[in-house]
């Protein structure tokens, strides 16, 4: 705890967003399996292998990251006495991770170069960096309140 204003995150906006952002994600897998479905050449052909493979891994990095939404929120409601600065920090982290990465793979996909995924991909970093730091702090956490 840090003082008498200690800031608390909700546990239902994780739950929301979670939900939400697992419903986006779901639908769009079921929308690239229907592209491979219906053999739909912008998407299946050789050259567009770049496009497939970005777009891919926006819906499985938006999937987990919308699980890890909702197993996040739980952990809020699991340790309460975490709280403050931390539990903030942790909490937009999370959101922007689950913003960027997606969003970047999902932009490198439209737009690709001779192979290369489009300048969206640098989205995916950041967002790799933002995931990590939010999994520590709450990691931390976790390990303080159980011992």
Do not use: C, I
Not at 10 to 19: A, E, I, N, V
Not at 130 to 143: G, I, M, P, Y
């Amino acid at each position: 705890m840090e003082g008498p204003a200690a800031r608390t995150v909700s546990p239902r906006q994780h739950l929301r967003f979670g939900w939400w952002s697992l419903l986006l994600f779901l639908t769009l897998g079921a929308v690239l399996e229907s592209l491979h479905g219906w053999k739909v050449g912008w998407y299946l052909d050789v050259d567009n292998e770049t496009r497939r493979l970005m777009w891919t891994l926006a819906h499985a990095h938006g999937t987990l990251l919308a699980v890890v939404h909702l197993v996040f929120a739980a952990t809020l409601s699991a340790v309460p006495e975490w709280q403050g600065r931390s539990q903030v920090a942790a909490s937009r982290l999370l959101t922007a991770a689950s913003l960027l990465m997606p969003v970047g793979f999902l932009l490198g996909g439209v737009f690709t170069h001779a192979g290369d995924p489009g300048l969206g991909v640098l989205l995916v970093p950041p967002g790799a960096l933002a995931l990590f730091v939010a999994v520590l702090l709450t990691a931390r956490a976790v390990q303080r309140a159980t011992r």
